[in-house]
């Protein structure tokens, strides 16, 4: 299952400057839901680069949905 939208992972990309093919790695995981595997098959990057990138994007990701979370709690 696709945790974001492909315009959701866009501006996460633009706003961590994720390059290729890392970021087309990383979008296969998190918005067509394909597994890392999957991903570093298809690139031919290395699984460790993979899961950090997919990391880095999720970390993000609720970083941001916090912030807003308290902006709409005050």
């Known amino acids: 299952m696709a945790e974001l939208t492909v ?3 866009e501006v996460l ?3 961590l400057r994720s390059a290729e093919p890392v970021k087309t790695a990383a ?3 998190l ?3 394909r597994s890392v595997a999957e ?3 298809a690139t031919g990057l290395l699984q460790p680069s993979v899961s950090r990138t997919v990391k ?3 970390v993000a990701q609720a970083q941001i949905l916090t912030a ?3 902006r709409n709690k005050t």
Request: aromatic share 14%; no cysteine; net charge positive.
């Open 13 to 15: 990309a633009k706003i």
């Open 68 to 70: 807003y979370d308290r």
């Open 27 to 29: 979008g296969m995981v």
């Open 56 to 58: 880095r994007f999720r």
């Open 31 to 33: 918005t067509e839901g």
């Open 39 to 41: 991903a570093v098959a």
């Open 7 to 9: 315009h959701e992972f």
